[in-house]
């Protein structure tokens, strides 16, 4: 039975681009067709018409987190295949249709098993659910004096044969600290096999930086922490980053981890092609306790911060559509957009993700005047 599903009466918001009204035509997984016309010619060759009618609402892309460690109590180091799938159904509701899930430092047998629990995760995903779509690796090729919250037992140097003990396809991401890679040949190697790699837990000095992204380094982790800060005559990773528009800069837009001067430094500076939002949430993230272990360590709920008893900050607690909502007056929607789902799309190398056009994959999200999520379709399924 050929079935098509088609959303009307809906604004179509793309990243970078005017809001228009169109309507949004499905088959299968794929949007097959946009138009403001409602007179499908095609439509007759199919046995069954669902319409769905957005009442006037926002569809946007559905949003892409490449740097998220859990949420409702749901840690990507500790969780089991099973337990993914009660996540992934959570995060539609935030309109994350495609994730990265990430694993922190930790010990060599306990990132190995996560690993396989997530691709075994990655297998068997239902449909109608957020995607995880592979894993970033933060830690443990991290420098010991940027380590943050990371358990610096654990900490490995950034090099071939070390990253072997974890090599994986689902990898996608790693994070580490480049001035440790000797002759970069980490970051060679990287590149070679298709991973993004990505400055992070780093001291390294501009010109280490300049040097690395010349070998392929791609990204930098959350600009801005768990770095040395910007000074006036050693500009360091954040003055390269910001600087140098071939590389792209993770962004915690929380209002937590960066004070809302600097997001909109960032913002000036950077092109928007260059930003990638993420939300770095928490287990804690949703979940019904006040604290919990994370990284061999307690991690507490004070205010709207994540902290460890020393007042580290672990992560965040909210996710992208909230960052949304906390910033609206100074981002736009369109922008968000960009930030948030094209440019992590176009980073991971998602070409049918990321925008809303014929061809492109129907992960879509309808918001209301407030930007709150009404409804998240994932692979032409509704999921929220």
Not at 125 to 137: E, F, N, P, T, V
Not at 230 to 259: M, S
Not at 301 to 324: C, H, M, P, Y
Not at 345 to 359: E, H, P, Q, W
Request: glycine content about 6%.
């Amino acid at each position: 039975m050929k079935k098509l599903t088609i959303i009307k009466n809906g604004y179509v918001q793309n990243p970078d681009c005017p809001k228009i009204k169109a309507n949004i035509v499905i088959h299968g997984n794929k949007i097959i067709d946009t138009s403001a016309s409602c007179e499908f010619e095609f439509a007759k060759n199919f046995d069954v018409i669902e319409y769905i009618d957005a009442k006037e609402l926002t569809i946007s892309p559905g949003l892409i987190d490449q740097h998220i460690h859990g949420g409702y109590g749901i840690d990507f180091n500790t969780a089991k295949a099973d337990d993914l799938v009660y996540l992934t159904k959570e995060l539609a509701k935030h309109g994350i249709t495609s994730l990265v899930a990430t694993v922190m430092t930790d010990s060599e047998e306990n990132i190995k098993q996560q690993i396989k629990e997530i691709s075994e995760a990655m297998k068997n995903q239902l449909a109608g659910s957020a995607r995880i779509i592979g894993i970033h690796l933060e830690g443990p090729f991290l420098n010991p004096d940027f380590k943050g919250i990371h358990p610096d037992n654990h900490i490995l140097e950034p090099n071939i044969k070390n990253f072997k003990k974890f090599e994986n396809e689902n990898i996608k991401i790693v994070s580490y600290a480049p001035e440790l890679d000797k002759n970069l040949e980490f970051t060679k190697y990287l590149v070679q096999k298709n991973i993004i790699p990505s400055a992070g837990h780093s001291k390294a000095t501009h010109e280490e930086l300049k040097t690395a992204i010349n070998e392929g380094l791609k990204q930098v982790t959350h600009l801005f922490n768990a770095m040395p800060q910007l000074h006036h005559r050693n500009p360091g990773i954040v003055g390269e980053t910001l600087t140098n528009d071939k590389i792209y800069a993770e962004i915690i837009a929380d209002n937590e981890h960066l004070h809302p001067i600097i997001l909109d430094l960032i913002l000036r500076t950077k092109p928007k092609s260059k930003i990638i939002f993420i939300s770095d949430s928490l287990p804690l993230n949703y979940s019904t306790e006040d604290h919990i272990i994370f990284g061999g360590q307690k991690i507490y709920r004070i205010n709207d911060q994540a902290v460890n008893e020393n007042g580290t900050f672990a992560g965040s607690l909210s996710f992208l559509d909230e960052n949304l909502r906390k910033n609206i007056e100074k981002i736009n929607f369109s922008d968000f957009l960009m930030y948030s789902s094209l440019n992590p799309a176009k980073n991971l190398g998602l070409k049918t993700k990321g925008f809303i056009d014929k061809d492109f994959d129907a992960d879509l999200v309808l918001w209301d005047e407030n930007f709150q999520v009404k409804q998240t379709i994932i692979g032409g399924l509704i999921a929220y």
